[in-house]
T-cell receptor, first 115, second 109 residues
Framework: EAQVTQNPRYLITVTGKKLTVTCSQN?????MSWYRQDPGLGLRQIYY???????DKGDVPEGYKVSRKEKRNFPLILESPSPNQTSLYFC??????????????FGSGTRLTVV | RKEVEQDPGPFNVPEGATVAFNCTYS??????FFWYRQDCRKEPKLLMS???SGNEDGRFTAQLNRASQYISLLIRDSKLSDSATYLC??????????FGTGTRLTIIP
C-alpha cells in the first residue's frame, strides 16, 4: 500500500530535549515536505526536499532541521524544542512540488507537546 | 493578501441539502488546484483535483474561474459523513502547494 509513515503519533517532551520525528514514504517520490498545523493558521511549511541531499526552508523553519540522506526518509529534528513548537506535524510526499494530478500524500500526523 | 483564502465557516447544513463554498487565490499564474478533506485531528486527504473545464466526482463538483481567481466546491445530497474541514489548495509562486486554512462543514441530521 502506498503510504507515508510518521512516527511517533504522539509525543510529550520537555523544553530543550532534542527529538526526531521520522517520516518514510514507499512511493519513490522525489519531493517531501514537513508542515505544522495550528488552529486558525492552517498548514504551514517548515522544510522541504526536492531530492536526496537537497533541502530548503519553507515558511516557518526556525527551530527545526531536516536531512535527506535517502530518497524514502525525511526526518524532522528539533534540537532544542520550546513550548511554541507544540503543534500537529505532518509529513507529505509527491512526485513533483506541484503535486501533478494526485496532490500530496500525507502521513498520519505527529501531535507534539513541549512542556 | 493571503495566497489562498477561504471562509472558515462553520457551515451547518441539514442532511440532504446542497452546499457550496469558494476559495480565492492570489497567484494568477497558478496551474494546479485541489480540494482536500481533513477530518478532525487526521491528515488531509485529496478529495479531488480541479480542472479548467470543471469536474465532477459523484456528489462533488469542482469549478475553476481563472478570470476571478477562485475555485469552488459543490456538494449535493449531503451526508453526515461529509462533515469535515475542506481545504483549498493551489500551487504558489515557487511551484509548491499552498493550503488554505479550511472551511469547516457540519451536516446536521
Amino acid at each position: 500500500e502506498a503510504q507515508v509513515t510518521q512516527n511517533p503519533r504522539y509525543l510529550i517532551t520537555v523544553t530543550g530535549k532534542k527529538l526526531t520525528v521520522t517520516c518514510s514514504q514507499n512511493m519513490n517520490h522525489e519531493y517531501m515536505s514537513w508542515y505544522r498545523q495550528d488552529p486558525g493558521l492552517g498548514l504551514r511549511q517548515i522544510y522541504y526536499s526536492m531530492n536526496v541531499e537537497v533541502t530548503d526552508k519553507g515558511d516557518v523553519p526556525e527551530g527545526y532541521k531536516v536531512s535527506r540522506k535517502e530518497k524514502r526518509n525525511f526526518p524532522l529534528i528539533l534540537e532544542s524544542p520550546s513550548p511554541n513548537q507544540t503543534s500537529l506535524y505532518f509529513c507529505a510526499s509527491s512526485s513533483t512540488p506541484r503535486g501533478t494530478n494526485y496532490g500530496y500524500t500525507f502521513g498520519s500526523g505527529t501531535r507534539l507537546t513541549v512542556v | 493578501r493571503k495566497e489562498v483564502e477561504q471562509d472558515p465557516g462553520p457551515f451547518n447544513v441539514p442532511e440532504g441539502a446542497t452546499v457550496a463554498f469558494n476559495c480565492t487565490y492570489s497567484n494568477s499564474a497558478s496551474q494546479s488546484f485541489f480540494w482536500y478533506r481533513q477530518d478532525c485531528r487526521k491528515e488531509p486527504k485529496l478529495l479531488m483535483s480541479v480542472y479548467s473545464s470543471g469536474n465532477e466526482d459523484g456528489r462533488f463538483t469542482a469549478q475553476l474561474n481563472r478570470a476571478s481567481q477562485y475555485i469552488s466546491l459543490l456538494i449535493r445530497d449531503s451526508k453526515l459523513s461529509d462533515s469535515a474541514t475542506y481545504l483549498c489548495v493551489v500551487n504558489s509562486r515557487n511551484e509548491k502547494l499552498t493550503f488554505g486554512t479550511g472551511t469547516r462543514l457540519t451536516i446536521i441530521p
